[in-house]
């Protein structure tokens, strides 16, 4: 069973539209870690934020915040005032505290179109 | 700032031959993970590895092997190269202490076999 679910594919939005990146995961675990990665076209993954289950409260840095909700199981991630360099895949990614592999979503695929 | 290298970074090759794919890194981390992605989809985990000498293998490591004898390095070999082995390969570390942590990428090799 997927662990983590990304039902966007792809998302295209306006330059200066807020938009939502949905992911929803599964664990039986308490104790687990969600993360959001960028890809951009170069290809890199690059690290966005974490997460631990213990902490729900919801983050903010500058254009970019996270909503975690233990209730629904789900780490939304948005953009506000959404700008063309933030056209890239985005992966929602979870690794529980019993293992060492990282499960990740099939990614979103955002488009800013200026 | 993560320091993690892969080479090459492009490699076009014919079917049969045998490659490794490189990656290092120099912060020390424990933990190292080879991933299989076609562009702009879902990551599948190839081989990871807890330390030195310490190999596993994920869901898509029957066609490859991978070695671990120092901490910093940790490639990729495929035996036999095939077409569909066209793709690009993500290299990750972490550190070994903490189940948190994020992992780092390096820049990716994107491999084309005629």
């Known amino acids: 069973a997927q662990k983590v679910t990304q039902a966007q594919t792809e998302i295209s939005v306006v330059e200066k539209e807020d938009v939502t990146l949905d992911c929803v995961y599964e664990?039986?675990?308490?104790?687990?870690?969600l993360f959001w990665y960028k890809q951009p076209p170069s290809g890199e993954l690059v690290f966005l934020i974490r997460?631990?289950?213990?902490?729900?409260q919801n983050e903010i840095s500058g254009r970019y915040s996270w909503n975690f909700q233990k209730s629904t199981s789900s780490f939304n991630f948005t953009i506000t005032a959404s700008q063309v360099v933030d056209s890239a895949v985005y992966f929602c990614?979870?690794?529980?505290?019993?293992?060492?592999?990282?499960?990740f979503g099939t990614g979103t695929s955002l488009t800013v179109i200026p | 700032e993560a320091d993690i290298y892969q080479t090459p970074r492009y490699l076009v090759i014919g079917t049969g031959k045998k490659i490794t794919l490189e990656c290092s890194q120099t912060?020390?981390?424990?933990?190292m993970y080879w991933y299989q992605q076609d562009p702009g989809m879902e990551l599948h985990l190839i081989h990871y590895?807890?330390?030195?000498?310490?190999?596993e293998k994920g869901d898509l490591s029957s066609e490859s092997t991978v070695s671990r004898i120092r901490t910093e390095h940790f490639p990729l070999t495929l035996e036999s190269a095939r077409p569909s082995h066209t793709s690009q390969y993500l290299c990750?570390?972490?550190?070994?202490?903490?189940?948190?942590?994020?992992?780092?990428f390096g820049p990716g090799t994107r491999l084309l076999v005629l």
């Open positions: 664990t039986r675990d308490t104790t687990y870690y």
């Open positions: 990750a570390s972490r550190p070994g202490t903490g189940y948190g942590e994020t992992q780092y």
């Open positions: 912060m020390g981390h424990d933990k």
């Open positions: 990614a979870l690794i529980e505290n019993t293992g060492n592999q990282f499960y």
């Open positions: 997460r631990n289950s213990f902490d729900e």
């Open positions: 590895s807890y330390g030195v000498n310490s190999t």
